[in-house]
């Protein structure tokens, strides 16, 4: 990834309320507006996006009560006891971030929410198949309204960029009709109050998928610039940060920036609700033919969508690292116990 001359202190706020307008230059004006933050920093801010912020209270209300449960409660919808990676992710769920000394975060995954007769769960994808619902009152009408709403904005950002990258609409959004998007609820505590409030709560890492959506209610959230500098990111309950994956990068032969993130050990407690937009999962990301200049290369290995989460996931998850293990001696697997990402390779130099 080139660095864009002029490391940046902050992060735009572009209002996209007009991008529903008939108006063909309004929509040019704002897509260019997000196209420039997605070339130049990877990270921006959005408001005007239509999600009922009434629906976000609710559904923070909803992961709020799960995480109180008791241990017990909670560990009976391990994600370990699914065989599509949903449900509950333990303090114990330690991913592979040499910047993460303590474990301080449980969640809850979720995604696109399929029935259990589904071909591709049925055949033993990883990735899709039905959600796993905690038995808690309105919960599950909740989650599925806000995964609901948050896609279709994750869908609208995406077909704004094809309108500025100059592609024809669906290029990208024609890979997204079974995606592998997935939903995470986040409980960040400080489990000791001498830990150093500035410690990393969740190692720096790129987003792996396409875009992230991420609504703001706590501090906490550092994005690295373009002369490896930490700059916090902003709270403000009334708009969404977005930021690019993975899989943005690589389709758009580097045009668009996968950029390091990380979160800081600020406050007792934290909740957090990322949406990832993802392709499907046999989608192949190669970089668009029109997005590679005149003499130029491809700069990025084809990929398939599935198979680069599920390989991250592998390093993020120990189930999923005992299950590989286990399918590696069985002769099913050679995929190494020690993964990298290529997309995180600005991390290996000293960034404060």
């Given amino acids: 990834m080139k660095d864009i001359p002029g490391a940046f202190d902050s992060l735009p706020l572009i209002d996209i309320g007009a991008l529903a307008s008939a108006n063909a230059t309004i929509q040019g004006k704002i897509a ?9 920093i990877g990270f921006f801010r959005i408001m005007g996006h239509g999600i009922d912020l009434a629906l976000v209270e609710r559904a923070y209300q909803m992961a709020e009560q799960f995480f109180a449960l008791p241990d017990p409660i909670k560990r009976r919808y391990y994600i370990g006891l699914s065989t599509n990676h949903r449900g509950y992710v333990p303090f114990t769920e330690k991913g592979d971030y040499p910047d993460e000394m303590n474990r301080s975060y449980e969640a809850f995954d979720l995604g696109l929410d399929l029935p259990p007769d589904d071909p591709d769960f049925l055949a033993g994808n990883r990735l899709l198949g039905p959600n796993v619902w905690p038995c808690i009152s309105g919960f599950q009408n909740t989650i599925s309204e806000y ?24 290029t990208m959004t024609d890979r997204m009709t079974k995606p592998i ?10 489990q000791n109050n ?9 190692g720096a890492h790129t987003d792996y998928e396409c875009l992230t959506l991420l609504h703001t ?42 950029t390091p993130h990380r979160v ?24 668009f033919p029109e997005l590679i200049g005149r003499g130029e290369q491809s700069r990025y290995e084809p990929f398939k969508a599935g198979v680069h989460l599920e390989r991250m996931l592998v390093r993020d998850f120990p189930y999923l690292r005992n ?14 116990t020690s993964i990298k990402n290529p997309f995180e390779t600005r991390m290996n130099r000293s960034a404060r």
């Fill in 264 to 287: 800081l050990n600020l406050s007792p407690e934290r909740f957090s609700m990322p949406y990832f937009v993802a392709a499907n999962y046999d989608t192949m990301i190669s970089p």
């Fill in 194 to 202: 001498e830990i150093d409030v500035k410690s990393v709560n969740m």
């Fill in 217 to 258: 209610r706590n501090a906490g959230l550092q994005v690295m610039n373009t002369d490896d500098r930490w700059i916090d990111v902003p709270v403000d309950p009334r708009v969404f940060v977005v930021n690019i994956g993975d899989m943005l990068e690589a389709w758009t032969n580097g045009l668009l920036r996968s």
């Fill in 32 to 40: 260019d507006e997000i196209g420039l933050a997605a070339r130049e």
């Fill in 181 to 190: 998007s997935q939903l995470r609820l986040l409980h960040y505590v400080r």
């Fill in 147 to 170: 995964y609901r709403q948050i896609s279709a904005l994750g869908r609208l950002i995406c077909s704004t960029l094809e309108l500025h990258l100059g592609l024809v609409p669906g």
């Fill in 323 to 336: 299950q590989t293990q286990c399918e590696t001696t069985a002769g099913k697997s050679d995929q190494a």
